[in-house]
């Protein structure tokens, strides 16, 4: 996590999934003086931001269904509008590239790129997530940090015993 922090100069979050959140147990702070700094403990809904979407993309499709089934959509504790057929679609597209990728949902005018962290029993188990001001995630640094962060996520995941055979049903 601090070689990710040195490398992005962004706060760096590792979180992990109990029940239907997502909860930040970790983090490094940007040594940037305009910075994120959400509290470890930090509780959201699976589906809401980078951190957490990308745990719910990499859940069994059935665990999915069940925890955006009775979600009600106008008390969503996000920032911007979300809907079941949006986080769905959104799902796709992190687990074709590996990545999440949120602006402003958690918090107004952040953005937050998240990798999923596998066990050595091939399940999703939490992710690491770089987060910053929006003004800062340019398309190039975009693809760098999404880049960076998914190394780094996979090399936690190789310490945990994952051996690339994520299975999703």
Avoid: C, H
């Amino acid at each position: 996590m601090e070689e990710l922090s040195q490398k992005t100069k962004e706060s760096v979050y590792l979180a992990t999934r109990e029940n239907t959140e997502g909860v930040y147990i970790d983090s490094i702070d940007s040594p940037q003086m305009l910075k994120i700094s959400e509290p470890i403990g930090l509780r959201l809904p699976l589906f809401v931001g980078a951190s957490n979407r990308v745990i719910l993309a990499y859940l069994s499709k059935k665990v999915q269904d069940t925890l955006l089934m009775n979600v009600d959509w106008d008390k969503t504790p996000s920032l911007i509008r979300l809907s079941a057929d949006y986080i769905m679609k959104d799902l796709e597209v992190i687990r074709a590239r590996g990545y999440a990728m949120t602006s402003g949902e958690a918090t107004e005018g952040t953005t937050g790129i998240g990798a999923p962290i596998f066990s050595f029993e091939n399940t999703v188990i939490g992710s690491l997530n770089v987060a910053g001001p929006s003004l800062r995630f340019t398309p190039e640094k975009i693809e760098t940090y999404a880049y960076q962060v998914k190394k780094y996520a996979d090399l936690i995941s190789k310490e945990l015993g994952y051996r690339n055979k994520y299975r999703w049903s």
